[in-house]
Nanobody
Framework: QVQLVESGGGSVQVGGSLRLSCAASGYILSRLCAGWFRQAPGKEREGVTTIDGYGGTSYKDSVKGRFTISQDNANNTLYLHMNNLKPEDTAMYYC??????????????WGQGTQVTVSS
């Protein structure tokens, strides 16, 4: 069983930066597909970025060049570095992991979420 706990959300102005953290326990996160998702009020949850168990990454088009996913293997932690934030990035952000190295969309482990609010 994988447990995930996010932190690092907050309120920033347009153009600002935040780093979200996702501390994992119960398994070595770098051996799994993991990713960040977000859900804005009134909208469906959407995938932001993923990293597979081999280090391969993918990003939603709207965050390419602004967001970076990374891992700290020593601390079993997943990060989301967010730069040049825009109001449309406002959402609850969730960390998730799948029980496979490759990313098949089978995310079965979820954190509780951390709120990101970007104001103009």
């Amino acid at each position: 069983q994988v447990q995930l706990v996010e932190s690092g959300g907050g309120s920033v102005q347009v153009g600002g930066s935040l780093r979200l953290s996702c501390a994992a326990s119960g398994y070595i996160l770098s051996r799994l597909c993991a990713g960040w998702f977000r859900q804005a009020p009134g909208k469906e949850r959407e995938g932001v970025t993923t990293i597979d168990g081999y280090g391969g990454t993918s990003y939603k088009d709207s965050v390419k060049g602004r967001f970076t996913i990374s891992q700290d293997n020593a601390n079993n932690t997943l990060y989301l570095h967010m730069n040049n934030l825009k109001p449309e990035d406002t959402a609850m952000y969730y960390c998730a992991a799948a029980p496979t190295r490759w990313c098949y969309g089978n995310f079965g482990y979820w954190g509780q979420g951390t709120q990101v609010t970007v104001s103009s």
